[in-house]
C-alpha cells in the first residue's frame, strides 16, 4: 500500500531568509490506528506529520499530529500546513475546520496564498514566584517574569538580544519536570519575538510554533495594548507570525508557506 504526502513549510519569510516549520501532510479516507500513524511520523522524519481524514459536513476534517517520538496534542504549524495543503487542492483557496480530540481549530488558505489559523487564545493561569534551578541554569539569560498557562509555561527575557544568543544547556533543561516554555521579549523591530523549547523531546527547540503564539499573543496584547501584533520566533530556521486577538478571544496567526516536496511512502 502506498499513501501520497506532501511536506510543507509554514510561518516562513523569505525576505529574512527565515524557513519556517516544516510538517508532513496526509490525507486519508480514515485516520489509522495510533501504533500506524506513530510508525509513519518516525519514517518522514518531519516535526511534525498531521493526519486528515474527512468528517460529515463541508470542508470538516478529523486532525492528529505526530512527532518521530509521539503524538502532539495541539500542533499549529501542523495545521496550518493542512490548510495550505486542502486550499491547493481546491482552487488555491479556501476555508476548513479541524477537529482533535480536545477541541476545533479553524483554517484558511487566502486568496493572496497566505494560511490562516485561528485557536483559542491560552491565558495565563499565575505567575511562578521562583524560577527553578534547571531552568535559571539551563537558559543562561538574564530572566524578568514565569508564567503557568494549560500549554507551555511563558518565560518573559529582558531582550531580544538575549533571546537570540540564549544558547540552551538541554540537559540541564530536562532536569526540570516542565515540558516545555515559550522564552520570549519585547522586540525591537516587531511587537515581540519567542523561543520554544521542549527540552524532554527528540526535537528539544521548534522552528516556528502555533500553539506558542496562542498564549504569547494575548500575554502580549494585554502588556503591548494592542491586538494586532508582529512576532518573530529565532530558532535556527526562524519563523514570522501575524497575530490578531479578538474579543471573544480567538487567537489567529497568518503567515506564508512554501511547499518543499510531495511523494509516496510505501506502507
Given at each position: ?30 485516520l489509522p490506528a ?136 538541554f540537559e540541564r ?95
Amino acid at each position: 500500500m502506498e499513501i501520497d504526502y506532501q511536506i510543507i513549510s509554514v510561518f516562513t519569510d523569505q525576505n529574512r531568509g527565515y524557513t519556517g516549520n516544516p510538517a508532513a501532510v496526509i490525507l486519508l479516507d480514515k485516520l489509522p490506528a495510533e501504533r500506524d500513524m506513530q510508525s509513519i511520523a518516525k519514517e518522514l522524519k518531519q516535526p511534525a506529520t498531521t493526519f486528515l481524514a474527512k468528517e460529515p459536513g463541508e470542508d470538516r476534517f478529523a486532525i492528529r499530529w505526530f512527532a518521530p517520538d509521539a503524538e502532539i496534542g495541539l500542533c499549529g504549524h501542523g495545521t496550518a500546513a493542512a490548510t495550505a495543503y486542502l486550499g491547493q487542492k481546491k482552487n488555491g483557496f479556501g476555508k476548513f475546520t479541524f477537529v482533535y480530540p480536545e477541541g476545533k481549530l479553524e483554517g484558511e488558505l487566502n486568496a493572496d496564498q497566505t494560511v490562516s489559523i485561528s485557536a483559542q487564545s491560552i491565558a495565563v493561569i499565575e505567575e511562578i514566584t521562583e524560577f527553578p534551578e534547571p531552568i535559571l541554569e539551563g537558559l543562561g539569560i538574564p530572566l524578568l517574569a514565569m508564567y503557568r498557562t494549560d500549554n507551555k509555561h511563558i518565560i518573559l527575557a529582558k531582550s531580544e538580544q538575549d533571546i537570540a544568543k540564549m544558547d540552551p544547556d538541554f540537559e540541564r533543561l530536562s532536569q526540570c519536570d516542565i515540558f516545555g516554555y515559550a522564552v520570549t521579549a519585547q522586540g525591537e523591530t516587531v511587537d515581540f519575538v519567542s523561543r520554544t523549547l521542549v527540552p524532554h523531546t527528540m526535537q528539544q527547540e521548534d522552528h516556528a510554533t502555533g500553539s506558542s503564539h496562542a498564549m504569547l499573543v494575548p500575554f502580549w496584547a494585554k502588556r503591548l495594548e494592542k491586538k494586532h501584533l508582529n512576532s518573530l520566533q529565532l530558532s535556527k530556521r526562524g519563523g514570522a507570525f501575524k497575530g490578531v486577538l479578538a474579543d471573544s478571544g480567538m487567537v489567529t496567526l497568518t503567515g506564508t508557506f512554501q511547499i518543499e516536496k510531495s511523494g509516496k511512502l510505501s506502507l
